[in-house]
């Protein structure tokens, strides 16, 4: 019987993949290809199956964003007071360093669904852990923000957008220098949190919660 392809190999190979194509668009079978294995079963010998695949993807590189976004947060924390857009940069750069990172545009990808669908491929990382880079940033940005724009949930908005836009140019580099897109991103995020809600919105989420508070059977 033919010994399967490294695990490091096939690694490399979903991540290449998964960067040009999305996650949706590659096979196991391709993966076992790209990674030159002769056993068609080897993703399944080193991973179980594309969930465990996808997990050695996020656990590879997820340790240096959260390293890297705790550093930024704890320089955050020296400024008086807190700039918005140095947390939009604490939030957006640890994850845009792994652009030109090998395998990193495959995780960018990866992590973009687990965030932007309501089923994603697998359970995304806890973000309810105070260890987490994600929760700490949540809490050290709501303070920043009007209540409106908490409750309208304006933290995850960026979140998304922020994992959003870093897949989309995974698959558009156009050799270009990744400096101007993610000093732009940063920007981006900044006004997306400092955005202020408009008195129609505010109408209309006042509107919901008190629909969402009436008693059973009460008449407006």
């Known amino acids: 019987m033919t010994a399967p392809a490294g695990r490091d190999e096939l690694l490399a190979a979903a991540e290449a993949l998964y960067a040009e194509r999305g996650i949706d668009g ?3 079978r391709e993966i076992n290809a790209a990674a030159g294995a002769r ?20 656990a590879k590189h997820r340790p240096a964003v959260e390293s890297a976004r705790h550093r930024l947060l704890d320089d955050c924390a020296l400024a008086e007071p807190a700039q918005l857009r140095d947390l939009a940069g ?8 792994l652009l030109p990172v090998a395998g990193g545009p495959g995780y ?3 992590v973009s669904d687990l965030v932007n669908r309501p089923r994603p491929a697998i359970d995304p ?4 852990d105070p260890a987490d880079s994600v929760f700490r940033w949540r ?11 908490v ?8 979140i998304r957008f922020t994992h959003a836009e870093l897949a989309r140019r995974t698959r558009d580099r156009r050799g270009s220098a990744d400096d101007l897109f993610v000093s732009d991103l940063v920007d981006l995020v900044t006004g997306l949190l400092a955005a202020p809600v408009s008195s129609e919105t505010s109408e209309r989420a006042e509107r919901r919660r008190q629909a969402r508070v009436r008693p059973m059977g009460d008449e407006a």
């Open 26 to 28: 590659v096979s196991l």
């Open 139 to 149: 809490e050290v940005v709501e303070p920043l923000l009007s209540p409106e724009a």
């Open 151 to 158: 409750v309208l949930h304006r933290r995850f908005a960026a």
């Open 108 to 110: 960018l990808q990866v």
């Open 90 to 97: 604490a939030l957006v750069r640890p994850l845009a360093d």
């Open 125 to 128: 990382p806890t973000v309810d």
């Open 39 to 58: 056993n068609a079963s080897a993703v399944q010998y080193h991973f179980g199956d594309r969930q465990g695949l996808l997990r050695a993807i996020v």
